[in-house]
């Protein structure tokens, strides 16, 4: 739109043999008015645009910053889970403990149910979940 501007304001200093100096400069002035015009609906328009794309922007991070909190609270509680089960999965015999009771296997679940309602905990108090 700045080069069309330009461009008529040249398109008025020109000489013309069929039509007079007053009327070129008239028709010519109310073409920059329009121009004009129409240049700052465009801005505005740009203004709006990018107005628009910033709040799409915010939204879409919170979006992110969401689910990405969400799955690094499953990480955490499941990667302590899976410590414990690595720890009572080893092929140690003597020392470990549990190992050699009846209800070794259910006190292990128990044991990583208590970590996993713990993290929940600490992540509720914390009001990160």
């Known amino acids: 739109m700045q080069n069309h501007k330009n461009i008529i304001k040249q398109l008025m200093v020109m000489e ?9 400069k008239k028709y010519y002035g109310e073409l920059i008015d ?7 609906t465009l801005e505005n328009q740009r203004e709006m645009v990018e107005v628009l794309y910033a709040s799409y922007e915010s939204l879409s991070n919170y979006r992110l910053n969401s689910v990405m909190k969400t799955l690094t609270i499953f990480y ?9 089960a690595a720890i009572f999965g080893m092929n140690v015999d003597k020392n470990m ?33």
């Open 76 to 84: 955490v509680i499941f990667s302590s889970l899976t410590l414990v």
């Open 34 to 40: 329009q121009t004009k015009n129409i240049w700052e």
């Open 16 to 24: 013309s043999s069929i039509i007079t100096r007053e009327h070129l």
């Open 97 to 129: 403990p549990f190992i050699n009771q009846q209800n070794g296997f259910w006190i292990v679940i128990t044991i990583m149910s208590l970590v996993g309602l713990a993290m929940l905990y600490l992540f509720k108090k914390k009001k990160w979940f």
